[in-house]
């Protein structure tokens, strides 16, 4: 009897066993369910939304190019404003609008950001994860920690604005040193046949100059400008509204002719050579990579370096 018991004693064994190494193996190393997933989600301003995390494929309907390449995720398709812009570099990629969903479909994009006032939201959806933001709703530095979220790279994104912010600030202090703590600056732009002062909040380096080098205003500049972020204006009055400097963003697509008038040539800031030309592309918005060479080139404008 012992010798028949015996074989199945040790069977019993190594099936024990088995189911203990089993046991541990599991405990050491999750199911595969349980890995990291390959989708985040993504709280929006209308609600959660299911993204990739790490998309390789994205196409941006508006604004926002800038955010996207400087936290160097691929983008397959722009908007045309920020295609034209000639600081993002975006030579092969595809050049599309809300409306050309057939071209959006031949990219095969993994997430689409856009602007909440974009159209076909729901053909977009049916296409790929559809993220939009609404213009202003968020300050400037916010909206790039928003989108660093959004890529799954917020600690890349903060890493970027406390850089930034406190380069900005430093700088900020040479110049009021160099040129007076009362010393003003304006910001304008022609466009479409019109020119336009800004407030501290509506791109063309103003949330350089305004929050963070705390540079000052002209006053009829902040009663104007501040609510709506700009305030057109004829170039009659232009010299009530411009600063003891002048940042004159410059768009040579429309009718620069206002700088050849006398009315122009005789603001103070012109006469004393303290007005800076910059190209309106370049300066039009707010994003890490323009906003680096926006701040290099106040740097370089107001104390030489």
Known sequence: MKNRLLPFLLLLVILLSACGNNDTENATNPPEENSKSDTITYQSENGPVEVPANPKRVIVLGMYAGNVTALDVPIVGVDPWS???PRYKLEGIEEVTDESLEKIIELEPDLIIGLSTTKNIDKLKQIAPVVTFTYGQLDYLTQHLEIGKLLNKEAEAKAWIDDFKQRAQQAGEEIKAKIGEDATVSVIENFNKELYVFGDNFGRGTEILYQEMKLKMPEKVKETAQGNGYYSLSIEVLPEYAGDYLIVSK???????????????????????????????????????????????????????
Do not use: H
Not at 251 to 280: C, H, L, Q, W, Y
């Open 83 to 85: 295609k034209m812009n």
């Open 251 to 305: 768009d040579e697509d429309t009718d620069t002719s206002f700088m050849g008038s006398e009315t122009f040539k005789n603001i103070p800031a012109v006469k004393n050579n303290r007005t800076f030309v910059v190209n309106a592309k370049e300066f039009r918005y707010n994003d890490p990579i323009l906003l680096e060479y926006q701040l290099d080139f106040f740097i370089k404008s107001f104390l030489g370096k």
